[in-house]
């Protein structure tokens, strides 16, 4: 099992940014992929960023791209998501996740933080 808890939302203006943390815990995740999710009131849930844990390129959503950086600190176990240039349209819970690598799908999530932006 993995458990995830994420922190760092919050309510920030437009154009301002925020940094999301997602500690992982539980089995090792030396062999899985990280990601972001989010979903905004109304809305299905969809794919933010990704990374894989032991290294190699990120994967980011077109409408995320220049503005949103993923990361990991492997000493912290943490994952992160550096979120900038904040539009009122990046207003959604962000779910942090992870999968095995040879896994198809998520199945390991954490209970969401909230972030909202101001117009």
């Known amino acids: 099992q993995v458990q995830l808890v994420e922190s760092g939302g919050g309510l920030v203006q437009a154009g301002g940014g925020l940094r999301l943390s997602c500690a992982a815990s539980g089995r090792t995740i030396s062999n899985y992929f990280m990601a972001w999710f989010r979903q905004a009131p109304g809305k299905d849930r969809e794919f933010v960023a990704a990374?894989?844990?032991?290294?190699?390129?990120?994967n980011y959503a077109d409408f995320v791209k220049g503005r949103f950086t993923i990361s990991r600190d492997k000493a912290k176990n943490t994952v992160y998501l550096q979120m900038n240039s904040l539009k009122p349209e990046d207003t959604a819970v962000y779910y942090c996740?992870?999968?095995?690598?040879?896994?198809?799908?998520?199945?390991?999530w954490g209970q969401g933080t909230q972030v909202t932006v101001s117009s």
């Open positions: 990374i894989n844990w032991s290294g190699g390129p990120t």
């Open positions: 996740a992870a999968r095995a690598l040879l896994a198809t799908t998520y199945n390991y």
